[in-house]
């Protein structure tokens, strides 16, 4: 199930675009911030869209936060080489 490059709907609003799944979270792009989901609140996966129920938005915007930190991270060359680059 394809859950990136979506747009994120709570309460029928848009409320960003999907764009990774991290800590069995979905990471959306909220305006400028970034926000982690849990997948356990996502309650759709439509062609162009995924619906989700209420969470936690102070702990999202943590997990969103973690997440920058994480992919912020610089790839040593062992990494590289594990993945052909």
Known sequence: M???CKFVVKDGRVIGESIDVFENTLIVKSGSDFIGIPLENVVEVGKEK???KDFDEKTAKEVGKRW??????PVSLEELEKIGL
């Open 68 to 73: 920058i930190v994480e992919k912020s991270k």
């Open 2 to 4: 394809e859950m990136i």
């Open 50 to 52: 995924i619906t989700v």
